[in-house]
């Protein structure tokens, strides 16, 4: 697996850009085993699997609602955002379009 850039949405309001190495670092970012939370033809989303005993993150469901998301249910914890997978199955990077509105998205709740 390849690096890649990845934007992070914590519970605290706070969005970061990362590079990820692989594996060990996403599970780092969310604080855990890694969840596919969705998958789309523009970004996956990864949580920590034991998520329901996190804080929910609310920036992180505004952003989900402004792409278009319609999830099930709200999301606990971090996300973590990357592109879609590559032909090979390897992560890619968070499209710009995306990070944007996740910075958007947590300079809003700022205010």
Do not use: K, W
């Amino acid at each position: 697996m390849s690096a890649f850039r990845a934007v992070l949405i914590g519970t605290d309001g706070r969005v970061q850009d990362l590079a990820c190495d692989g594996l060990r670092m996403m599970q780092r970012a969310v604080g855990g085993y890694i969840d596919l939370l969705f998958l789309t033809g523009e970004v996956s989303g990864f949580v920590n699997e034991e998520g329901h005993g996190l804080p929910p993150n609310r920036i992180a469901g505004r952003v989900c609602a402004r792409l278009g998301l319609r999830l099930r249910q709200p999301v606990f914890g971090p996300l973590l955002l990357v592109g879609p997978p590559s032909r090979h199955g390897d992560e890619t990077d968070c499209p710009d379009g995306v990070r944007a509105v996740a910075f958007e998205e947590a300079r809003r709740a700022e205010i």
